[in-house]
């Protein structure tokens, strides 16, 4: 699809811009949703860990819930900057009750790589449909998907091997999963800059 953009230095010479393919968009606006879950998942684990008095363990879910946010915003961006539908589904309600403090790390590993799955299908999406700026944008999401999953990965056999030695875990998270840097890479976030 084209559509005319207008270069203000010349008002009367308008700009073709291809705008995401149609299925691209689609599946981004359910991808959108996807991002809101698992913020939402983040947080009922961050809780979960609050309440034990893991503060460290704490922090680092509430910044994974934040990050995955930021992905949601980064993709609304993406489709407002291209003229396109944005349609913010709605979520299902978190698994909010834990049997460990296992289990959530398992859910969190599990969480990121079906989102690499759905980063994947999308990327193939564009590039099915020759949508080659979609194509461009996804591949800050499948670096990223493969830092999170070896991130959770790493957690997991942290915890599941410590999960008798609370201290133990803490002092790995303080250690290793400290305030990650901010990525000059990364998309631009809807309304961070408002």
């Not at 961050?46 to 949601?72: G, I, W």
């Not at 589904?89 to 959530?104: H, N």
């Not at 969190?108 to 949508?131: G, W």
């Not at 996804?138 to 957690?155: H, P």
């Amino acid at each position: 699809m084209l559509a005319a953009v207008y270069d203000e230095s010349h008002p009367l010479k308008a700009l073709e811009v291809v705008m995401p393919a149609a299925r691209f968009v689609e599946q981004l606006n359910a991808q959108i949703g996807h991002e809101f879950a698992a913020h939402q998942q983040y947080v009922a684990c961050a809780v979960h860990y609050d309440l034990l008095t893991m503060p460290q363990m704490a922090s680092f879910f509430y910044r994974q819930a934040v990050e995955e946010r930021d992905h949601a915003m980064m993709m609304v961006q993406y489709l407002v900057d291209c003229d396109a539908a944005v349609i913010i589904p709605a979520v299902a309600a978190p698994k909010s009750t834990f049997d460990d403090i296992v289990e959530p790390v398992r859910i969190a590993l599990d969480q990121e790589r079906r989102v690499a799955e759905q980063i994947n299908a999308l990327t193939a999406t564009a590039r099915e449909a020759s949508d080659f700026a979609s194509d461009q944008f996804m591949q800050w999401f499948i670096k990223e998907q493969v830092e999170e999953i070896a991130t959770m990965s790493d957690l997991l056999t942290v915890v599941s091997r410590a999960s008798h030695d609370i201290e133990a875990i803490e002092d790995y998270v303080a250690r290793e999963q400290g305030s990650p840097d901010t990525d000059p890479t990364a998309p631009p976030i809807a309304g961070a800059d408002r």
